[in-house]
C-alpha cells in the first residue's frame, strides 16, 4: 500500500502531519490526521498546589495561554469556595477578550487569508504571510495594529503580554487604572473600526470555494448565556446534528455528557458524547447554539451569515466567516467594557482560605472552543489528579474525517499536486488547531516517520 505524506502541516500551531493511504489502484483507502507531539501537563501537575495552576497551565502554550489561566482560575475559585466580585469578573472577560482579538486576528489574517486571498495553488514559498504583505501591504499592516492590541489588553489585565498570572482564586491580583482604560479604550476604538473594515473583505472571502470540502455531519457544544453569546458564564448547550438540544451543563456535569478516547495514530486525544455521537466546538459550534451576538455589528455580521450558511452549518469552511463574526465581537465588547467605569474598581477579588471542595472544574470558551479544567485535590490543597479537555481534541475528529474527505476528492492517479495537498491543509487551518494545547495523554501512535512531502 502507498502511503502520501504531508509533512509538516503549515500555518498551524504545534506540529502534525497527513498520512493518506492508497490502494493498489492509486485511490484513497484511508486518511488521518496524526500528532506526535506530547506535552503531559496533566502528569506533572500532580502534586502541585492548586493555587499554582493559574500559573504553571499558561505554559501548555505561547499562543492561548489566557484561556488556561483563565479556566484554571475558576476551578481554583471552586475549590476554595470562592465567588470573585463583579469587577474581578469584567476584568477576566476583559482578559479573555483580548485573547480573543489576538487570536481570530492572528488566525484570519495571517493564517486562513494567504489561501483565500492569494490562492490554493499559489507556490507555497509564497502563499504565507510573507507574500500577503506584499500582495495587501494594508491588511497587513492593521491585521498587525489589531493584534498589538490584544496584547496590550492581555498585558494590562494579565500582568504579561504572554503567559498572564493576575488571575488566582476569587478573582485578580492588581485592578486597572484609570489612565490604562483610558489609553485601552482608544485602541479598542481603533481595533473595532479595523475589525469593521475587515469585514468588507471577509464576508466574500469564501465566494466561489465549495464549502462542501471537509464537512463532516456532528452535533455541536458550546457556551450560550440565556441564548446571547458568552465566552465565560453560562451553561454549555450541547446539540445534536440538526440544531436540536440535547441538553446543557455546568462544572462536573460535563462527565454526564462526553467521554474521551484515544486511536491508535495519534497523540491527541478524540472526545465525542456519550452514546457515541461526535461533535465540534468553536467558531462555527457557537454560532449555530447562540440566537444572538449581543452586540450591533456582530449581530448584523452574524444574519449575513447565518444568509449563506443556513442556522445550523456542518460546513468546515464557515468557521473561517464565523471566526471572523467573533471578532467583531470581542472588539465591540472590549469597547463597551473599557467605556464601563466600574471596570477601574479595587473590588476585585474575593479573599480564598482554606480548601472548601476537593474538586473543581473551571470552563470557559477559549477562541478555538470550549475548554475543561477539571482538577481533585487532597485536603492540603495538593492536585492528586488533572485533566484537561482541549477544543481541539474535541474536534480531532471531524478534522481527521474532513481529512479524508478532501483527500478522496483531489488525490488523482496518485499522486499528490502541492495545491491539492494545500487544500488538505484547508480544512485543518479552518478549525485553527492548537496541538501544544491539546497533546496530554499518551495514545498508540506508530513512532515511524516518512517525510514524502516537505515545505
Same mark, same amino acid.
Given at each position: ?317 464557515? *468557521?473561517?466567516?464565523? /471566526?471572523? +463574526? #467573533?471578532?467583531? @465581537? ?7 467594557? !473599557? %467605556? &464601563? ?55 480531532? *475528529?471531524?478534522?481527521? /474525517?474532513? +481529512? #479524508?474527505?478532501? @483527500? ?7 499522486? !499528490? %499536486? &502541492? ?37
Amino acid at each position: 500500500m502507498k502511503e502520501i505524506t504531508i509533512n509538516p502541516v503549515t500555518r498551524i500551531e504545534g506540529h502534525a502531519d497527513v498520512r493518506v493511504y492508497l490502494n493498489d489502484r492509486g485511490e484513497v483507502d484511508s486518511a488521518h490526521f496524526q500528532v506526535v507531539e506530547l506535552r503531559g501537563f496533566e502528569k506533572f501537575l500532580s502534586g502541585a498546589a492548586i493555587e499554582e495552576a493559574p500559573r504553571i497551565t499558561p505554559r501548555i502554550c505561547g499562543i492561548c495561554p489566557t484561556s488556561h489561566h483563565l479556566a484554571a482560575a475558576k476551578a481554583t475559585d471552586q475549590i476554595f469556595g470562592v465567588e470573585p466580585p463583579a469587577t474581578g469578573k469584567k476584568l477576566r472577560e476583559l482578559l479573555n477578550l483580548g485573547q480573543y482579538i489576538h487570536s481570530h486576528s492572528l488566525h484570519f489574517f495571517m493564517l486562513a487569508a494567504p489561501d483565500f486571498i492569494l490562492g490554493h495553488e499559489c507556490p507555497p514559498e509564497t502563499r504565507n504571510v510573507i507574500g500577503l504583505a506584499h500582495h495587501s501591504p494594508d491588511l497587513a499592516k492593521k491585521a498587525i495594529a489589531v493584534r498589538k492590541f490584544g496584547q496590550r489588553l492581555t498585558e494590562a489585565i494579565g500582568g504579561k503580554p504572554i503567559h498572564p498570572s493576575n488571575a488566582l482564586p476569587g478573582g485578580m491580583s492588581a485592578p486597572l487604572t484609570e489612565a490604562k482604560r483610558a489609553e485601552l479604550a482608544t485602541m479598542a476604538g481603533e481595533a473595532l473600526g479595523i475589525a469593521l473594515e475587515g469585514w468588507e473583505i471577509a464576508r466574500t472571502l469564501l465566494d466561489g470555494v465549495d464549502t462542501e470540502f471537509g464537512a463532516v455531519r456532528t452535533g455541536f457544544m458550546g457556551m450560550t448565556n440565556h441564548g446571547v453569546y458568552s465566552t465565560s458564564e453560562g451553561p454549555v448547550a450541547v446539540l445534536n446534528p440538526e440544531g436540536g438540544r440535547i441538553g446543557s451543563f455546568t462544572g462536573a456535569d460535563y462527565t454526564k455528557f462526553i467521554e474521551e478516547y484515544s486511536e491508535d495514530w495519534s497523540y491527541l486525544k478524540f472526545v465525542r458524547l456519550k452514546g457515541g455521537e461526535n461533535y465540534r466546538v468553536g467558531p462555527l459550534a457557537r454560532l449555530n447554539i447562540v440566537e444572538r451576538m449581543g452586540t450591533e455589528h456582530a449581530d448584523a455580521a452574524l444574519a449575513e451569515y447565518r444568509e449563506r450558511f443556513g442556522s445550523v452549518s456542518q460546513a468546515a469552511l464557515a *468557521y473561517n466567516l464565523a /471566526r471572523y +463574526v #467573533e471578532f467583531i @465581537a470581542s472588539c465591540e465588547r472590549a469597547v463597551k467594557l !473599557l %467605556s &464601563d467605569k466600574d471596570i477601574t474598581g479595587s473590588d476585585i477579588r474575593t479573599p480564598a482560605g482554606e480548601v472548601v471542595n476537593r474538586r473543581g472544574v473551571g470552563i470557559i470558551e477559549a477562541p478555538r472552543g470550549t475548554l475543561i479544567h477539571d482538577y481533585t485535590v487532597n485536603d492540603a490543597g495538593i492536585i492528586e489528579r488533572c485533566n484537561l479537555i482541549v477544543a481541539t481534541c474535541q474536534n480531532n *475528529y471531524a478534522i481527521d /474525517r474532513g +481529512v #479524508e474527505d478532501v @483527500a478522496r476528492r483531489v488525490v488523482e492517479n496518485g499522486a !499528490l %499536486s &502541492d495545491g491539492a495537498a494545500n487544500q488538505i491543509e484547508m480544512v485543518i487551518r479552518a478549525y485553527d488547531p492548537c496541538i501544544s494545547c491539546a497533546t496530554h495523554a499518551i495514545g498508540k501512535m506508530p513512532m515511524k516517520i516518512e517525510v514524502i512531502r516537505k515545505f
